[in-house]
């Protein structure tokens, strides 16, 4: 019997390593391709219903890094052609941020917790997975993709909470929700508390709904994308991909200036091309320049293209977001400024160049843009452009500037097609919802090979996508819109919030500690064992224990040691 009970204690851990990994990779179902956006108010509940049974603080811990390495490997599973082997050791590492949650989970909602610990859990588990999701976010550790409030971009209340207070308040109301049914499943004691709290996220969604404000529209904008589709790689891929996005852009010229009914009939103010759409740089290939120039004369609309090439005048590689009008270049030039890690630069090159050799990564570092640039629309006085380029547009905080500073319309020229056949073209077109609602501006999503989509100010879509297997150009007509929103002119106001959430409980516990090691009644500078200080002559290592019982006195012997006999 012995054996077996121990085989069995050996085997738990193992079974648990599995669910961690398994739990922590749930979530994915939520972003696209799936896009079960529902799915993401339960995701975490099996995740969190192990870390609260966790016999210790160090198997919580293990369990929380193997969920995070799941949860990052199963969201960026894509990368998996690119990256290779070192996509597991980047799970790895980026799943070390889910220990300080893992442990916050543990000690809230572990074991049998109350009502007023089933409080803190409400408003702290939500703030610790932000703390996870911001460190991450940090550009040197893959940026901002995969927040679990992405997840809900196609949810129109969701989006108008993005709008109070971005994509962090969203992610801090999902996993609320997440909380509150793990305590409804695990604690009679906390029903109370838990429901209250999934009613009052409904509330604030609610209030939020009713009373935010709104982006009013104040015009429109005709937007041609361009998406020329896959081109198969060759020495001349580059030249073209150009001819194709040529050919598609000549088309436009044929349609009508006045509305017809359909998009697809109007002839564009803007015509916008993908990431890398121009192979060459334009000063070093003055012939491309005048075949642009040409064709924004024959579209009688100007041309924002992309450059990923070597500038002439400049040393290194550029991603370039270039305006061109019927004369030329016009001046209108936005370097990219937030590069890849690895698919554009490698970190810390002389440490892990040897990434190139497992995977796709860049054998040579972009050289990032040094601020972020608006344009202004020739022949639209009232237009200003906010270029961003590619996993620009993962950033809450690139968004918002360029709105603050004035821009009218984001636009995010994008190359998904090393992963065309996964999900992260879809992934990447579903963050301009975000940040369309975010900003109360549209933005336009230019996809090289797709998926291309177009969001109105209040993050709701405009027109159909264009899809993977799409080769044409299509015209939107984006509406224009006045008026800021809460998350432009207060920022991260929730993640202040949660952040100081924890700050207080960290300082609250910290002192109970504290208290705790001291004796009652002893000051802080005496020493431990000075019993001036304990307590009615308590020594103070015994002042917060527990009495124990009393030890029972030895029986009376006789000279001879032995036994006396009891008095009668």
Known sequence: MMPMVSAVRKRVPGWRAAAAVTSGALPCLAFPAPALWWFAYVALVPWILLLRSAPTGRRAALEGWLGGAGF?????????????????????????????????????????????????????????????????????????????????????????????????????????????????????????????????????????????????????????????????????SAERRFAVGEQLTAALAGAPTAPTGTSAGL??????????????????????????????????????????????????????????????????????????????????????????????AADENRVPGDAPVLMDLPGRADVRLGPLVCFESAFPDMSRRLVRDGAAVLIDQSATSTFQDGWAPAQHASLSALRAAETGRPEVHAALTGVSAVHGPSGERIGSALSTSARTARVYEVPLARGTTLYVRFGDWAVGAALAALAAYCTVAGARSVRLRRPLGRPLGAPAGDPAGAPLGESSGESLRTPGPEPSARPARTVRGSAARRAR
């Open 72 to 236: 990052v490997f199963a969201v960026h599973h894509w990368l998996l052609p690119s990256l290779h082997v070192f996509l597991f050791v980047l799970a790895a590492l980026l799943g070390l941020l889910w220990i300080p949650w893992a442990l916050l989970v543990r000690e809230l909602l572990g074991g049998r917790p109350g009502g007023a610990r089933a409080v803190a859990a409400l408003v702290l588990v939500p703030a610790g997975w932000l703390l996870s999701e911001l460190a991450r976010s940090w550009q040197g550790l893959g940026g901002p993709w995969g927040l679990l409030g992405a997840s809900q971009w196609q949810v129109a209340p969701a989006l108008r909470l993005a709008s109070v207070g971005g994509v962090w308040l969203v992610g801090l109301l999902v996993v609320a929700v997440n909380c509150a049914v793990a305590l409804l499943l695990t604690a009679p004691g906390a029903r109370v508390p838990a429901l209250a709290g999934v009613t009052g996220c409904a509330v604030l969604t609610g209030v939020v709904w009713l009373w935010a404000p709104r982006p009013e529209v104040s015009g429109v904008l005709r937007v041609a994308v361009v998406q020329p589709g896959p081109v198969e790689d060759g020495p001349d």
């Open 267 to 360: 002839r564009p103010d803007l015509v916008v091309w993908g990431e890398s759409s121009v192979g060459e740089d334009l000063t070093a290939r003055p012939d491309l320049a005048r075949r642009l120039a040409a064709l924004s004369a024959r579209v009688g609309a100007p041309l924002l293209v992309n450059v990923d090439a070597r500038a002439a005048d400049r040393p290194g590689i550029r991603k370039s977001a270039v305006l061109v009008g019927p004369a030329g270049p016009t001046g209108d030039r936005y370097d990219k400024m937030r590069l890849v890690p690895f698919g554009e630069y490698v970190p810390a090159r002389e440490l892990l160049g040897w990434a190139t050799s497992v995977g796709k």
